[in-house]
């Protein structure tokens, strides 16, 4: 059977009667509420410190118009948990704990939702986010891509195993592969949601840093015909690159694959993974979004939100422009 088109992200996008709407950045709604992430773990440390925090930023994005949440487990690894002196056992409690978190919060918002009558809203999907080894590293080299001759395929997929169980054990509604930079992770990501015979939906977006290509600098046409391979991954784009890349970016993604594609850009400021901070950008304007968003729907993205330094802000500006809330 064609796992492509699993119904779950279909009937979503198809009820909704044009794209879905993802949330925004996660880290950035975290640390507007006084988080500290400067962090190895990054937003995962506050599964540690903050879960009340991750809660309320879901339920804000929500509000927002979000139909579809990110998990806080981008950044959060098993070996990073261990390195805070954390046992295997509370590692794995707490990527149990990205998922409850959200799930908590889409179920109360919905539960609210339906007892008012005429409301808008549909109930989210909860993704939970595996974010690359690249974000692991913790020195920005997601956005480099070339983890050296020592990662493997197998020291990849090593890497991302265990997470990737645990999260599913733990009921997502879907996967979230996010900011992959080369074609090597994708392979593994991809053998490993075979292997681990995934049955729930997956997307797995790349990110880049000229527009053109992955930040290793090999084609997205050699890295989607990786993905085109699987009928594992039903959604595939881009996240956490800038806003101006993106429509080029579709018109490309749409001639190289028959899957739905999926944009979630951010601000276009910067990471400087040695300072731990986002450079500033002439690109940003909130504003702006409403306007990206509905050129990207045409263009024929079908799940639209926002990455890094985007807000709740940004995202009821693309719900509102995609026509989901009144
Ligand atoms: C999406 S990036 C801004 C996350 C942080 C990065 N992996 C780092 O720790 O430097
Ligand atoms: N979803 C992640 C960022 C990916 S670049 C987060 O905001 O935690
Ligand atoms: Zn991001």
């Not at 195993?161 to 733990?170: G, W």
């Not at 504003?287 to 330094?309: E, N, Q, V």
Request: proline share 4%; aromatic share 8%; hydrophobic share 40%.
């Amino acid at each position: 059977m064609e796992k492509e088109n699993n119904p779950l992200l279909q009937d979503l996008i198809k009820n909704l009667g044009h794209c879905a709407v993802i949330d925004g950045g996660f880290a950035t709604q975290l640390e507007s509420h006084g988080a500290s992430i400067n962090d190895p773990l990054w937003s995962a440390v506050c599964l540690i410190k903050e879960p009340h925090l991750i809660k309320k930023v879901h339920l804000e994005y929500l509000e927002a118009g979000a139909n579809i949440l990110v998990t806080s487990s981008y950044q959060a690894t098993i070996p990073g948990f261990l390195s805070k002196g954390l046992t295997i056992e509370e590692a794995e409690l707490l990527l149990i704990r990205s998922v409850k978190l959200a799930v908590e919060a889409r179920d109360s918002f919905w539960d609210l939702a339906k007892r008012n009558h005429g409301h808008k809203h549909s109930k989210a999907l909860v993704a939970a986010s595996i974010g690359s080894y690249g974000a692991y590293l913790a020195d920005g080299s997601e956005y480099g891509g070339c983890y050296g001759p020592d990662v493997s395929l197998d020291k990849l997929k090593d890497f991302h195993r265990r997470r990737l169980q645990v999260l599913v054990e733990a009921c997502p509604d879907m996967l979230a592969f996010e900011t992959i930079p080369n074609k090597l992770e994708a392979q593994a990501c991809i053998e490993l949601l075979e292997e681990e015979n995934v049955q729930i939906p997956s997307w797995l977006c790349f990110t880049t840093v000229d527009g053109e290509n992955a930040p290793s600098g090999e084609s997205f046409a050699d890295c989607l015909e990786v993905i085109n391979k699987s009928n594992r991954v039903n959604a595939v784009g881009i996240n956490c690159a800038p806003p101006h890349f993106i429509d080029n970016l579709i018109c490309k993604f749409k001639q190289l694959t028959k899957k739905t594609i999926i944009v979630y850009p951010n601000s276009g400021e910067v990471w400087d993974g040695r300072a731990k901070k986002w450079l500033p950008s002439k690109y940003f304007d909130d504003h702006d979004f409403g306007s990206h968003a509905t050129r990207w729907r045409d263009l024929g993205a079908k799940i639209i939100g926002g990455c890094c330094r985007t807000t709740p802000l940004t995202i009821q500006i693309i719900s509102d422009a995609l026509g989901e809330k009144s």
